[in-house]
């Protein structure tokens, strides 16, 4: 795997600069561990400030995290300023999450034309598995411009 700093696909990008203009990802705590070849693993800090009124991280807070994971792992294998977007997204949650930092482990599954088709695991800390998820992404035939960092 690789550090913080770039990741390994068609083209070297620098991830903590990809966070920096993603103010959203910011806001979350969401922290880049590594990405290549169709694979990213990212974390997240449970934070009070995210918790739903059971005290338990917020369910938007964790598919947020998946659906960046699953971004993170097709920008690895797509060209610079590609545009695509999440189409369809199915979640299951299977446990509550009530501290620590959560793992999202993202691969591209399928490449189909300008469909790429994704699978999410989320573990807690104790490597078990919180939430999983399945999305497609759809991608566009203009590219974006590149964001500055905030």
Known sequence: MINHSTYLG???????????CAPFEKQLGIEIICAQKG???LTMPFREEFANGGNLLHGGALVSLADTAAVMAIKTILSPRTHFAT??????????????IVTAR???KQIEE????????IEDENQRIVMTMNATFK???????????R
Do not use: Y
């Open 39 to 41: 694979q990213a693993v």
């Open 106 to 108: 993202s691969e591209v």
């Open 10 to 20: 068609p083209h070297c990008v620098q991830l903590t600069q990809w966070i920096e």
């Open 139 to 149: 991608i566009s035939k203009r590219p974006i411009q590149p964001c500055e960092p």
């Open 87 to 100: 189409i369809d997204m199915n979640v299951e949650f299977h446990h509550p999450v009530v501290r620590g």
């Open 114 to 121: 300008r469909l790429r088709h994704t699978s999410v695991a």
